[in-house]
């Protein structure tokens, strides 16, 4: 009897063995569109911070921009007239009390880059070996960040009193001829509100450093230890150079807060007698009896491009050195 054989006919290509027939193709994925709730609320979350960012800063700079090239006693629109650069001639050349405040502001910034940040630096380095009572003497260090710059130059005013005075009580001289009146004394009354300044930022960047060396990879020190290196060159050639995003912050930091010092130094005096800053002139032309409106705007202007020249070509060269 003939054997019959039965004839299988092979799947099509692509189908599973066993299964006749073609699979359909798979349909793509619809995207899934922001519903009109979402659009809002994607619409409050980027429109609010930027209308408060508009109104609180761009406008405010546009106007004093437009401002400094005007001549306007702050009480009519109408009294508004054009200056063109005569605010600024008046306030390079004329102006008595604007030179030496530029040269205090390079003080100031001098000051906080060569003894408070490296203060700073040592404070956080000191506080990263894990001693005992770390965390007790950061939040000693730390305190004078949370307190406003008033409440410092308040307390300061305690430390630095002629008569009564914590530093002249440890001189022996609190309440004889001979005590010095250190806010008072055109000699000393910058070098001292430095010395309050320096209390405040150097806890500032004590926290910023300690936060970078708790992120540095500790393959680094340790490949350094093998190849001999001892500690100082391990962080000066290893730890160091691998904060650099640290590093930008604080020099932008540093920056910003020597050029627009002011709290401390007009609960002092007002910014006289010694202790001019453009900040304070600021103020005093636009605030106040005898109130020049287009001064005032033309040196605020010249404190925004002085303070933004030095942070713009610092972060250009420092990320396109990263790039490369």
């Not at 054989?5 to 692509?14: L, V």
């Not at 700079?61 to 508004?80: C, E, H, Y």
């Not at 320096?198 to 500790?218: E, F, I, N, Q």
Request: hydrophobic letters at 50%; zero cysteines.
């Amino acid at each position: 009897m003939p054997v019959m054989q039965r004839t299988m006919t092979p799947p099509a290509t692509g189908a599973p063995a066993g299964v006749s027939g073609s699979v359909p193709p798979a349909r793509p994925r619809r995207v899934r569109r922001l519903s009109r709730r979402d659009r809002v609320v994607l619409g409050l979350m980027v429109g609010v911070p930027t209308l408060i960012q508009a109104v609180l800063v761009w406008i405010p700079t546009l106007l004093s921009v437009g401002l400094s090239f005007t001549k306007w006693n702050g009480l009519d629109l109408a009294d508004i007239r054009p200056a063109g650069l005569g605010n600024y001639s008046y306030a390079l050349k004329e102006y008595p009390p604007f030179w030496p405040a530029v040269a205090h502001n390079v003080i100031w910034l001098a000051f906080l880059a060569l003894v408070a940040t490296p203060l700073g630096l040592l404070l956080a380095v000191l506080l990263d070996q894990r001693i005992r009572g770390s965390r007790l003497y950061q939040s000693v260090f730390f305190t004078p960040v949370m307190l406003s710059m008033v409440m410092v130059g308040i307390i300061w005013q305690l430390v630095y009193a002629r008569d009564q005075g914590l530093v002249n009580n440890l001189l022996g001289t609190a309440g004889t001829p001979g005590a010095v009146d250190w806010f008072g004394d055109s000699d000393v009354n910058l070098w001292a509100a430095l010395v309050a300044t320096t209390w405040r930022h150097s806890g500032y960047v004590m926290v910023l450093y300690l936060a970078g060396l708790k992120g540095v990879d500790p393959s680094l020190r340790e490949a350094a230890a093998l190849d001999g290196a001892g500690a100082r060159q391990t962080f000066l050639r290893v730890v160091f150079p691998a904060m650099r995003p640290v590093n930008i912050v604080v020099v932008v930091i540093t920056i910003i807060e020597a050029l627009r010092a002011f709290d401390i130094v007009y609960l002092i005096n007002r910014g006289t007698n010694g202790l001019e800053l453009l900040s304070v002139l600021v103020i005093q032309n636009l605030v106040g009896e005898g109130q020049v409106i287009g001064v005032g705007s033309a040196l605020a202007v010249i404190l925004l491009v002085v303070s933004l020249g030095p942070i713009v070509y610092y972060l250009v060269r420092t990320f396109r050195r990263a790039d490369s």
